[in-house]
């Protein structure tokens, strides 16, 4: 009881200090969060959390105050959050490290490695919050995006517009000269009435046309449809109104992804997964031949 009362009184004179010090030195914050883990390790919460969140809302948001500082408070901060049962705040203070992608985010790589596990172990002890959370949760939202990111083929793909006018928009030039341009539908659905369900409407008029445009030695540019498989997500009328970005590969490879990515779903609006299609062109056709998340 008397080593309690005593750590405890250690804990609330080092908090009064801090509070007392405006700065964000290294020595202040070294000395609040000593008396924030003595708090910590006699599982009085309430305390710890009086003595971390004024320095925590102060040095993470202050400019100058170094990386390393304020990667250690928003770790304290989160493993609070954490027994204090909220979750959602664990995650958002730890969203900048996302420590769940292969190649680590540059904010976490560049801290000291004991520093790295312990966001890792924190960032893990979180997230199972996702597993009960809603599907709009902004921080489980932006796990679920980088770990697609993941998922995605990096081909060194480049946006190349064509040279000439073809009426469409975008466009990509393809070696050989001709290009690519796409001819988007207004209104996307095209429904006819109310009662029309708009999930049923046909993918041949509520998405965008893909047409190959040429241009001949005298000027005049020619159209030809170019046929796009089914399974594409430029073919669904959930996806196909969003924005469209075109990028080629080294190797010929034509890329296809929503501009803002992921999208939001046509028909419910709610942001769809990561989309990437990938394509090599054959005649008058565009063949599939990789995509992300597999239909």
């Given amino acids: 009881m008397l080593r309690w009362l005593v750590a405890l009184a250690l804990a609330i004179a080092a908090a009064g200090a801090a509070r007392a010090d405006e700065d964000c030195s290294a020595a202040t914050v070294a000395r609040t969060r000593g008396a924030f883990q003595q708090a910590y390790d006699l599982k009085d919460f309430t305390v710890a959390s009086r003595i971390l969140e004024p320095l925590w809302a102060r040095c993470t948001t202050q400019k100058g105050v170094p990386a390393v500082i304020v990667a250690a408070l928003n770790s304290d901060y989160a493993v609070l959050a954490h027994r204090q049962g909220d979750d959602e705040a664990c995650l958002q203070a730890l969203l900048d490290y996302m420590p769940v992608t292969r190649t680590p985010a540059p904010e976490l790589a560049r801290l000291p490695p004991e520093l790295q596990r312990a966001i890792r172990f924190n960032f893990a002890q979180c997230r199972k919050y996702c597993e009960g959370a809603p599907l709009t949760d902004p921080s489980c939202d932006s796990i679920r995006i980088s770990l697609q990111a993941q998922q995605t083929v990096s081909g060194r793909f480049a946006e190349k517009p064509c040279t000439f006018d073809t009426g469409g928009s975008p466009t990509l030039a393809l070696p050989g000269g001709a290009c690519i341009a796409v001819f988007a539908p207004a209104p996307w659905h095209y429904a006819e009435g109310e009662e029309q369900d708009p ?34 997500f430029t073919r669904d009328v959930g996806l196909c109104c969003a924005a469209l970005d075109l990028a080629i590969g080294p190797d010929g490879r034509i890329e ?20 990437q299609d990938l394509f090599r062109l054959k005649g008058d056709a565009l063949v599939l031949l990789h995509q992300y998340p597999a239909r």
């Fill in 199 to 232: 999930a049923q409407q046909d993918p041949e008029k509520a998405c965008p046309r893909f047409t190959l445009a040429r241009r001949a030695a005298d000027g005049k540019v020619s159209l030809s449809p170019l046929a796009v498989p089914e399974k594409s």
């Fill in 256 to 275: 296809m992804t929503p501009s803002d990515n992921p999208p939001e779903h046509c028909l419910s609006g709610h942001r769809a997964d990561i989309l």
